[in-house]
T-cell receptor, first 114, second 112 residues
Framework: EPEVTQTPSHQVTQMGQEVILRCVPISNHLYFYWYRQILGQKVEFLVSFYNNEISEKSEIFDDQFSVERPDGSNFTLKIRSTKLEDSAMYFC????????????FGPGTRLTVL | GEDVEQSLFLSVREGDSSVINCTYTDSSSTYLYWYKQEPGAGLQLLTYIFSNMDMKQDQRLTVLLNKKDKHLSLRIADTQTGDSAIYFCAESRTSGTYKYIFGTGTRLKVLA
């Protein structure tokens, strides 16, 4: 069964450093998303991406965040200058044009900012 | 608004039924989902319901939707210890970006 994969599974970084989180979507999917989950809290929408551009972003997704799909396969989330409060689990999700809009979630990347 | 609320904790005995509740505010929500998250793991889709349905049953899982009250519930029959996890409801629409709005999550603890 096709699945969404994410790398790395765990990233530890120093405050102020840049990180890039990577996602490989399911091959025929068209919509891509990033969500984050701070430890013990709910899953929050960050950004959606369609047709090579951002279609919607939340208040969390400020100028420090960016997304791109550089090679038509990987979908990346970049945090330019990490802050302690960026520590969270980041989930990538993708969907095709299925009848019930099911988003397929990756296993997540745990980001720890020290 | 885009708030989706759930009770935080539920504890049941093995073999009993569990009922996890969710309320949402966006009347334009079209699809509603239940996800399971085990400790340290990702999100596993359990079931979903379309907003023109009142009920959906899938093996041990029964989803009830009350559109008037914007209330969604997940009933797990014959709850097992392996069902211990956090359960999230989520809503999305059929238009726009199809983003999910997740609930706060309910931690289900099944006692042997």
């Amino acid at each position: 069964e096709p699945e969404v994969t994410q790398t790395p599974s765990h990233q530890v970084t120093q405050m102020g450093q840049e990180v890039i989180l990577r996602c490989v979507p399911i091959s025929n999917h068209l919509y891509f998303y990033w969500y984050r989950q701070i430890l013990g809290q709910k899953v929050e929408f960050l950004v959606s991406f369609y047709n090579n551009e951002i279609s919607e972003k939340s208040e969390i997704f400020d100028d420090q965040f960016s997304v791109e799909r550089p090679d038509g396969s990987n979908f990346t989330l970049k945090i330019r200058s990490t802050k302690l409060e960026d520590s969270a689990m980041y989930f990538c999700a993708t969907t095709g044009t299925g009848v019930y809009n099911e988003q397929f979630f990756g296993p997540g990347t745990r980001l720890t900012v020290l | 608004g885009e708030d989706v609320e759930q009770s935080l904790f539920l504890s049941v005995r093995e073999g009993d039924s569990s009922v996890i509740n969710c309320t949402y505010t966006d009347s334009s929500s079209t699809y509603l989902y239940w996800y399971k998250q085990e400790p340290g793991a990702g999100l596993q889709l359990l079931t979903y319901i379309f907003s023109n349905m009142d009920m959906k049953q899938d093996q041990r899982l029964t989803v009830l939707l009350n559109k008037k009250d914007k209330h969604l519930s997940l009933r797990i029959a014959d709850t097992q210890t392996g069902d211990s996890a956090i359960y999230f409801c989520a809503e999305s629409r059929t238009s726009g970006t199809y983003k999910y709005i997740f609930g706060t999550g309910t931690r289900l603890k099944v006692l042997a």
